[in-house]
């Protein structure tokens, strides 16, 4: 097809843009010629002219379309067409977690630092928890933001030290926003599809449906008549908690004149919304629905997917998603403080954004632009677009004089899994090895639910137990007549612990179980009242939080390896790999229809093909609890670890148990890093045609299809061995053999046949 440009008046400031399909660049179908807009920084029409005659030479010509060219482009046209092009192009495009290493390194054991991960089901209070580590009030710091929903949806890395207070901020990728902007689009199209009023439309545009996406943070809250009638029968009395009124000199606060505003400019968008999704919904529903109230189920979902998959291709939603963008890409210009770093001259989407100041109060203020959730700044909030902030500064908890050298690393919450057979995200088990404590927070009301449970599942079969730390929040309103006491409590919540241990041992051998029972009890701190300044905890929570953090400090010292070294014959570990694929395969046939389970339920077809819609357009590996990458990993890693404890031999035979546990956990780890990289490639990487193609089914059976492209890839990326390979599942084989003969031979062992 032919590609061309050209311009139209800029959106809410002066000036001209250049609109374009890149030929490079897929859209959200995975299709090449991504529409792209892009500001030309010019008023003069003829120069916006000669602009646009440039760009359409460049999309006239192939051999420019390569992200090697991008210095000879540069001699050929103006440096603004030449960064629209080529932006999201290039492959040099640093990565988040770099991007801050570059301002901010991030220190470890070689600069005295421990390093603590914190892992939590979203409310659990770990948050929370980081605020009295860090000594933040929750009245006038509110850094990190807390919330009984999903608040913390990005990286928060806390840096406590003496010196100025520093800021490094990254954003997720324009495409990555774009691609939820368009979801949320279609959720609210959607609400027209189901004839849903006005509020129904404006609550799906400004939530995605995994609640971390919210552009209401950016565009403002949908205001209603329910807003409006008082709360006083909902009062239940000051407490002894963060105060929900703003504060009289609330500089944050959108004022009223600019939230009136961005009311009008959010029904415009209902509006536009409403007209799309009402037009091309009458279309559809007239060929394909004649008569609705007769048609079956399977018809309404064809009808339903085909609509959705029409919206894609339909040009006033995609002007409607860049209106959108564009007025997203305005709340940056707001910022008037600190570094905000882009790729380039027409790239509008910023990488990172920097600041140093000695002023505490002003750090923060600044620094909550990007970590709010503040209902009264909704329409100024940067929030959602966050992918990680650093901070580094005198940042100390005020309970305690302790000044001790800690990292600390909070990200997004595990949400609520309903069973314990969902993995962890691997957003969080990749850090395992780079930390030296793991602390599950879980709440002490309800210990050791399904969340918590894949927790200590992966902590222990990645060999990691030794890094393990919980802390109990909620222990105040553990309650109840036959628990007179603290000792009685603490029990309580315990059992919970040594419950789910004794249930873990169906899973993994019981030397690994016995290891953590030994330990687990000195490992578990309890806390309550976390909502609360650091002034108001009582002595006993106080008390407790000193214990946590000598547990951290101790943690950067870890044991010396036993000198013991364990041998393995390679024969055991096909049958562990068998073990594990078919375990994986089984689960997915199950969430897929396949089959039918007790325990793991059929996901809805709209999750599995969201689940494949982020996985073709290179978005993520995972959606919500769906997460192949994790199972896969978690699966192959349970499977090896109960191979690992069956060593055919020793160099010298360990003391005991414990000894024996403590020199096969750094191959542990070892392997389970590895099988990250493993996985990705294998279910990812070598299938990403097939993830693309299943993408692209729409129309009556489409699930059906859909669904067995999925199972497709997963025979082939996991294939289950048996006594007549295929040479898929051989290369699977062989994969597997080499991470666990490297990570043995790494630490000393060997594994040979005998």
Request: with cysteine.
């Amino acid at each position: 097809m032919p590609y061309t440009a050209s311009k139209s008046p800029t959106k809410d400031r002066p000036g001209f843009s250049i609109s374009f399909r890149h030929p490079c660049r897929h859209d959200s179908k995975g299709k090449p010629g991504l529409k792209v807009r892009r500001g030309l920084g010019t008023a003069i029409a003829e120069e916006a002219d000669a602009l646009v005659a440039q760009m359409n030479k460049l999309l006239a010509d192939e051999s420019w379309w390569n992200a090697s060219r991008y210095n000879d482009a540069l001699q050929a046209f103006n440096p603004i067409v030449v960064d629209a092009f080529f932006d999201g192009l290039q492959a040099s495009v640093q990565n988040p977690v770099a991007l801050r290493d570059s301002v901010i390194p991030l220190p470890g054991r070689a600069d005295g630092y421990a390093r603590v991960l914190f892992v939590g089901t979203t409310g659990a209070g770990k948050t929370s928890l980081l605020r009295h580590l860090i000594g933040s009030n929750p009245d006038k710091d509110r850094f990190p933001s807390t919330s009984t929903a999903k608040t913390t949806v990005s990286d928060i890395e806390v840096i406590p030290d003496s010196g100025p207070y520093r800021a490094a901020v990254t954003f997720f990728s324009e495409h990555a926003i774009r691609a939820n902007v368009e979801d949320c689009v279609v959720a609210a199209c959607s609400a027209v599809w189901d004839s849903m009023g006005d509020e129904k439309v404006a609550d799906r545009l400004l939530h995605h449906a995994d609640q971390r996406f919210r552009l209401r943070y950016l565009l403002g809250a949908w205001k209603t008549v329910s807003d409006d009638v008082a709360d006083d029968d909902w009062d239940f009395g000051a407490g002894d908690g963060p105060s929900a009124a703003p504060v009289a000199d609330d500089r944050e606060a959108v004022p009223p004149a600019d939230a009136a505003a961005l009311q009008v400019k959010l029904a415009g968008y209902v509006d536009r919304v409403k007209t799309i999704a009402t037009a091309m919904a009458a279309a559809i529903k007239a060929e394909l629905l004649p008569e609705p109230s007769t048609a079956q189920p399977e018809d309404l979902q064809a009808a339903l997917e085909i609509f959705q998959s029409e919206l894609l291709d339909d040009e006033a939603f995609r002007d409607l998603v860049l209106d959108i963008m564009d007025d997203i890409q305005l709340r940056f210009d707001r910022l008037d403080v600190g570094t905000l770093t882009k790729r380039g001259k027409a790239a509008r989407w910023p990488e990172l954004w920097t600041y140093e100041t000695a002023d505490r109060d002003d750090f923060l203020r600044q620094v909550r632009w990007f970590s709010s959730n503040y209902a009264p700044a909704f329409g100024r909030l940067l929030t959602p677009l966050v992918d990680g902030i650093r901070v580094r500064g005198p940042l100390h908890p005020v309970f305690t004089n302790r000044r001790d050298k800690v990292v600390y690393l909070d990200g997004q919450g595990l949400g609520h899994t309903p069973d314990s057979s969902s993995s962890v995200t691997t957003h969080v088990t990749q850090r395992f090895a780079d930390v030296d404590t793991i602390l599950l927070v879980d709440n002490a009301e309800q210990p050791v639910q399904a969340a918590a449970q894949a927790v200590l599942r992966a902590v222990a079969a990645s060999g990691n137990y030794g890094k393990l730390a919980i802390a109990f929040t909620h222990f105040d309103q553990v309650k109840g007549l036959n628990l007179p006491g603290f000792a009685a409590k603490r029990a309580h919540v315990l059992a919970s612990v040594h419950n789910y241990l004794a249930r873990l041992r169906d899973v993994l051998n019981g030397p690994i179980v016995t290891a953590i029972e030994r330990t687990i009890d000195a490992q578990c701190f309890m806390l309550g009242g976390l909502d609360a300044a650091s002034e108001k905890l009582p002595g006993g929570v106080r008390a407790q939080l000193e214990q946590l953090m000598e547990q951290f400090e101790r943690a950067i010292t870890p044991p010396p390896l036993p000198d013991a070294k364990p041998s393995y014959d390679p024969s055991g570990l096909g049958f562990a790999v068998q073990r594990a694929a078919d375990s994986f395969q089984r689960a997915w046939k199950f969430r897929l229809g396949f089959a039918s389970s007790a325990e793991i339920s059929k996901e809805h077809w709209t999750r599995v093909k969201a689940l494949n819609r982020r996985i073709a357009n290179e978005l993520d590996v995972e959606y919500d609890s769906l997460r192949p990458v994790a199972d896969f990993v978690g699966r192959i890693t349970e499977e090896i670890s109960n191979f690992l404890d069956h060593p055919v031999r020793w160099s010298r035979v360990p003391k005991d148990d414990t000894e024996a546990q403590e020199a096969i956990a750094p191959i542990r780890q070892a392997v389970f890093r590895e099988l990250h990289s493993l996985a990705v490639t294998r279910l990812v990487d070598e299938h990403l045609t097939d993830w693309r193609r299943g993408n692209d089914h729409k129309g009556k059976g489409s699930a059906d299809r859909r669904a067995v492209d999925i199972r497709g890839i997963y025979e082939l990326a996991a294939p289950v061995p048996g006594t007549v390979n295929s040479e898929p599942a051989l290369d699977f084989m062989k994969a597997v053999r080499k991470i666990v003969r490297a990570a043995i031979e790494d630490q000393g062992g060997e594994m040979k046949t005998l």
